[in-house]
Every structure is written in C-alpha cells, then in structure tokens.
C-alpha cells in the first residue's frame, strides 16, 4: 500500500482495471484537477475519499452556491478548470445560481452532480430529481455517465468541453455508479486551438482598419481570456488607436498605457464614450457586444451609426448578434490580432496622416474625464444631496477615489451587483488581466464575496479584494465560516448604506418614493465579522480608507480575512436599468394613487 499522506499525481497508463471512483478521480488528475469547491456528501463519498492520494485539495463550503462561485473565481483567475461537487438533489439545486453566473461570465467550470442511484431513480426515493433538466440552458455541454464503464470517458469529456466552450458544463454520475469494478484507459486532455480565423475576413478587416481615419479598439473579455494582451496593445500601437475596454472588463487593457481610455456601459468611462462615438473603424476584439454594455449612459447615446465594426469572437454564433458588423472574425483574440499585426506592419494606414491630431483628441477626453471625477464628490440629484445632507458619513464617490488610490498592485478585485458597485467602474483599473471579477450579465446579488475566495486560492500571492453592497452581503457572507476553517484570508470592502441601494434608486425616480422592501436594519458588521473569527473593521472617515485597506491587505498573509464596514450615505447613482423602467400606470381606481 502507498503511504495515504503521500499524493500521487502520475495518472495511471494504459487500460487498466479500476474501480469508477478511480477512473473518476484518475481522470480529474489527468486534467490538472488540483481544487474542488463542495459540500461534502454520500453520494460521492467513495470518490472523495481518494482526493488526498491524488493530491486533490476539497475546500469545504458554507452553501453549494458558494462552491460554484469559488469554482468560478478560481477559473477566471488562473485560466485552468473550476471544479465543484454536491450532494445528489438539494445540494445539486443551491448550485443553480451559481452555475448561471458562471454561465454569462464564460467561465470553464465543471459542475459534477451526483445523481440518485440508477436502480431506483423515478421512484420518488430520497433527495431525488431529474438533475440534466435544470441545467439544461445554463451548460454549455451535459456528460451523463450512463453506465460506469464510461466513467472515464464522460468525465474527461465535460472537462475538454469546458474550455473548448468557455463555459460550465455538468458531469451527471448516479451514485451507484462510483462502485464496481471496469477495465478502461484515462483519456488525455483535447485542447483544440481556434486560431486567427478565415483568412479572407483577415484581409477584409486589415483593409478596413488600414483605410480608417478614426480607428477605436474595443478590447472584450477574450482579450483577457485568450491572454492577448499583448497583442491589443501591439495593435493599438500601430494604430494609434484609443482603447475602450467593454462592459466590466476593465482588465482588458494595461490602465497605465497611454491609449487606454477606460470602460464603455453603466458608470463607465465618459473618454471611451465620447471616443468611440467618433469612431469610423470600431475592432471589437474579443467580445460579444452585448446589449448591456453599449446602453446610452449620462446621456450620451455613444455607438456610433455609421462606423464599420470588425468583431473577433471565439464563439462564431455571437458574431452579429446584437449590433450590425461588416466584418466577422471567428479566431482567438490572441492568434486574430497577431494575424492584422502581420497585415499592417509596414503598410500605408490612413490613420497616420491625423495622428497628432487624433492623440490631442485622446489626451484631452482623457483630461476631462479625469478633472470630472476629481469634482465628481457627491451624487448630485435632488434626493441625494438632501439624504446626504443629513449623514455625516463618507460619499460614496470619495470613498471609492481613495480606494482607488490604496488599491495594491497587481491586486484582483470582484464587484456585486448594487448601486455602489457599479459607481465603482469609473474607478476600477488595472495594468493586468484576470484582475476585475465582476458578477457579468447574470447579474446576481452575492456574487463577488464567494468568487474572491475562489480567485484567491487560484492565485494566494495576490491581493484579493471584493467589493460588496451591504443587502448582497446578507446572501454571501455565510462564506466567511469556510474563510476561517479554511484560511483563505480575503478582504471584503462592504459599501453599508442601510438599503438595498440600486432598487430603492427605482423607487425615487419611478415609483414618487414609495419604498417597499429596500431599508436594511444592519447589524454591527465589523463585530460579527470577529464573532465569526475573522477581523472586522469600521470605517467612517475617508482619511482612514487606504490605511484600513492595506491593514486589510496585510492580514491576507497570514491567511486572516477581514471586513471593512464603510460607512457611507444613502445617496445613489444612476439607476441600472434605465431602459427598462417607465412611469407607472394605474387604470383601476383602487390604484390611481400609485403614479
Ligand atoms: C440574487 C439577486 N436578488 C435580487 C437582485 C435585484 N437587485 C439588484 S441590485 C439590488 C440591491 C443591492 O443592494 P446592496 O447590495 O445593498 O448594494 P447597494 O445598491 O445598496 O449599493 C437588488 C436587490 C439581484 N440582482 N440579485
Ligand atoms: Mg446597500
């Protein structure tokens, strides 16, 4: 017998006779498995019991949600797998947000679900449900493993089509299937490479971009997904052109760099809008071009209508999706921008004759923009300006600037969904990729406490920070008992503001002020953070933000998580869904007073 304390990671070769939990972990082993996010189980005992021999880390969460989201973080920050695991029925439903949100950020995380047994599945037995159903449009591919044989094979498959897809996929095993005894060989992991694309979609975008005489770059979530970074930049370069990054993918594009210009969508940049907006030649570089993020914000209805847009995507059904193209590029951003480098180095660009000219333009959109959030203090609508007026706690706004500024090098920050986390974009920059873990289209409240613990345990050397609204916090923050327990040191920025922030901002512009459902009553968040043995701080002056922060930072090291209770005003931003909304109104008489 090997020695138990000793893991073993050379994956048995050749067929060989094994037991399903063997090939199961095996085949984990063979994919670079190295962390699984779970809430342990019977279902999947007999496999987890072999996690250590295979040097498979289980990191035991609070709530199962709380594993997809970690799986999630760990994925989008190392590139690799997120793995997570539960208990057949209840602990496989509490995965479903999680596996959405998963879903909408692009996020290979493979979601194993542990079924009823086989022999008495329809039965009605216990923690039973039809598991492939739920999952159905939230996965981008659903292995079940139909007979133990195939153990192997289907788990080796969900995790190959995970990063082929770029998003979760579920490995269904009925829990009677981890036990027998089979005869089969662990399959090596397929990586197919998309590279550049068609070559005449090349040639025709090379010539579009070598006419234009106001070429923007939109710089996605492949830029950072494909690691071509580098390439934007080269490109950008060569251009001359200004860098918008999309919608919360801010780490697209190094902040430091000279054409970057900031965010596009809610709260984003007013320099990437009024640049874009000007634009002939957009490159959309590894993105979608959701809806969300090109909405009209500050009142500024910035896509332009007449430019030619050339969109690079990895996933060739979203090529023309949503707005118009003229050019579409299925290729990795990496491989598709290297492959224009090659085309425009060394030819005439139009866009060189106006450089100067176009760089004035950038510096001073650049200017403005910066002068503007320097005076930006304070929300300045009417009910914000009299809520704030009765608080003596710190503007949002301010409070945000001066985390800006402390905010460490090389640190990954992830964003909740709430009033106060989305002001944030405007003041979220970064010089690398895999760095800003926003909650992405899913848009769910509880996201970012979660997924910084995943990121961290991803990447322990670098600062990990969430920034949470004080309702989200209410959903996550049972996490902090695996933070402890497992010593993940994190810090979570928590924005108290008393509400629901981003509803009740509804309720003042839609709704006349009639509240319901947004006040918060708070407990003292900073003391329960210690009674769950971690480290609690109140913060309620802006001077005490950065020290805080890198006091915070500091307790990362010795794997100690703390909580920053901000205290801040009630005032709030613009809404989020703007678009969305309209003035109310009431036909019945018994309603006539609700406009
Ligand atoms: C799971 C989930 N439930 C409800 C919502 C709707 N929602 C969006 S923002 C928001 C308010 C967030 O409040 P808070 O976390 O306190 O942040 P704040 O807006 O106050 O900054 C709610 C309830 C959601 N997005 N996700
Ligand atoms: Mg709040």
């Known amino acids: ?17 094994m037991t399903p939990s063997e090939a199961f972990v095996e085949s984990l082993v063979a994919q ?94 216990f923690q039973e449900t039809e598991q492939l159903p739920i999952f159905s449009k939230i996965t981008k591919y659903q292995g079940h493993v139909n007979n133990p044989k195939r ?8 995790f190959d089509r995970a990063l ?116 002939d030649v957009i490159l959309a570089l590894g993105s979608r071009l959701g809806p969300f993020g090109t909405l009209a914000q ?53 866009c060189q004759q106006n450089k100067a000219e176009r760089d004035t333009r950038l510096k001073a959109e650049r200017a403005a923009w910066e002068k503007e959030l320097d005076g930006w203090t304070h929300e300045t609508d009417a009910y914000s300006v009299e809520i704030s007026a009765r608080s003596s706690f710190m503007h949002p706004r301010q409070m945000l600037r001066e985390l800006e500024r402390a905010m460490p090098r090389n640190a990954m920050v992830s964003t909740d969904i709430g009033n106060i986390c989305s002001v944030s974009n405007s003041y979220l920059r970064f010089d690398a990729p895999r760095s800003m873990l926003a909650a992405m289209s899913f848009g769910n409240c509880g996201y970012a406490f979660p997924v910084i613990c995943g990121a961290k345990i991803a990447a322990p050397d670098r600062p990990a920070i969430a920034y949470v609204g004080d309702g989200a916090w209410g959903i996550s923050l049972n996490e902090l008992l695996t933070c402890k327990r497992e010593k993940i040191g994190v810090t979570v920025v928590l924005f108290n503001n008393g509400q629901w922030g981003a509803e009740k901002k509804n309720h003042v512009d839609f709704y006349s002020q009639r509240y319901l459902g947004v006040e918060l009553d708070n407990p003292d968040w900073a003391g329960l953070a210690r009674a769950f043995g971690c480290d609690g701080i109140r913060v309620d002056k802006v001077a005490d933000v950065g020290p805080a922060l890198q006091q915070a930072v500091k307790n990362q090291a010795d794997g100690r998580t703390t909580v920053l209770e901000m205290m801040v005003t009630k005032e709030l931003g613009d809404p989020f869904r703007r678009d969305a909304l309209s003035k109310p109104v009431r036909h019945l008489d018994k309603y006539k007073a609700y406009v």
Not at 40 to 58: E, Q, T
Not at 110 to 117: C, D, F, H, K, S
């Open 298 to 350: 500050y009142g500024l209805d910035y896509w332009p209508k007449n430019a030619k847009i050339i969109q690079i995507d990895a996933d060739a059904k979203m090529l023309g999706l949503v707005k118009p193209i003229s050019v579409g590029i299925c290729g990795d951003a990496r491989s598709a921008a290297a492959a224009l480098i090659e085309r425009l180095q060394g030819r005439a660009l139009a």
């Open 32 to 125: 670079g498995v190295t962390d699984v996010f779970g809430i342990v189980g019977s279902a999947y005992m007999d496999a987890l019991d072999i996690f250590p021999g295979a040097g498979i880390r289980f990191i035991p969460t609070a709530h199962e949600q709380g594993a997809v989201h970690m799986a999630d973080g760990y994925a989008r920050v190392s590139g690799r797998h997120g793995v997570c695991i539960g208990q057949n029925g209840p602990g496989i439903t509490n995965f479903v947000t999680g596996v959405a949100a998963a879903y909408w950020a692009h996020s290979p995380v493979v979601v194993i679900t542990p079924e009823t047994g086989s022999l008495t599945m329809g039965l009605g037995g």
């Open 1 to 17: 017998m090997t020695d138990m304390k000793q893991p073993n990671r050379a994956v048995v070769q050749g067929r060989t006779r």
């Open 164 to 279: 082929l897809e770029m998003g979760p996929t579920q490995l269904n095993i009925p829990r009677d299937y981890f036990y027998g005894d089979i005869e089969c060989e662990i399959p090596q992991p397929i990586r197919v490479g998309r590279g550049a694309g068609d070559e005449a979609a090349l040639d025709e975008a090379a010539k579009l971009l070598a006419a234009a005489k106001f070429p923007v770059i939109l710089s996605g979530g492949g830029v950072v997904m494909g690691d071509a970074t580098a390439e934007a930049v080269k490109l950008a370069e060569l251009l001359h052109a200004p860098v918008a990054s999309s919608y919360l993918h801010n780490d697209s594009f190094p902040a430091s760099h000279p054409l970057w210009c900031g965010p596009l969508g809610y709260q984003g940049s007013k320099a990437a809008m009024k640049l874009i907006a000007q634009a």
């Open 151 to 158: 153990m192997a094979e289907i788990t080796s498959r969900c």
